[in-house]
């Protein structure tokens, strides 16, 4: 077994915090109900706002974030976390059913988004971007 498989196979038993930054309550509660299943320790906010709070609290190993929420959407997340420098400090997923294009999700990246995923959400997919975006 190689060390890569390992750290793999260590990132995805390890119980991870994940915040879920979604205003639709039903995808949010799907994911925690999935993740929570898979032994992750879950917390939702239904809005932006929120959300940033949450994150600068520090105590989350990845954040999931809807791109597109009404007023202070996941773009506004972003943009107010380069501002205060915390970025690139954490591991952020984004996802969105919008209509977005490819140079638009790597520009993301660019800024340090660590992955995205498009609506809707392949769980067996979502689950392999935590645990990667975990162990980076």
Excluded: W
């Excluded at 925690?32 to 190993?61: M, P, R, V, W, Y």
């Excluded at 976390?81 to 990246?109: G, H, P, R, Y």
């Excluded at 992955?115 to 935590?130: F, G, R, T």
């Amino acid at each position: 077994m190689s060390k890569n498989s390992i750290k793999n196979k260590n990132a995805d038993s390890k119980q991870l915090n994940i915040l879920i930054i979604d205003d639709n309550e039903q995808i949010t509660k799907m994911l925690i109900t999935f993740l929570e299943l898979k032994n992750h320790k879950c917390t939702g906010a239904s809005d932006g706002k929120q959300g940033l709070a949450l994150i600068e609290e520090g105590n989350h190993d990845v954040v999931l974030l809807d791109l597109a929420m009404p007023e202070f959407d996941g773009y506004a997340v972003i943009k107010a976390l380069e501002s205060k420098d915390m970025l690139k400090n954490n591991k952020i997923i984004v996802f969105t059913a919008s209509t977005i294009t490819q140079d638009e999700l790597d520009e993301l990246v660019s800024r340090g988004v660590t992955s995205y995923i498009l609506k809707p959400i392949d769980i067996d997919q979502l689950l392999s971007k935590i645990v990667e975006s975990a162990a980076s």
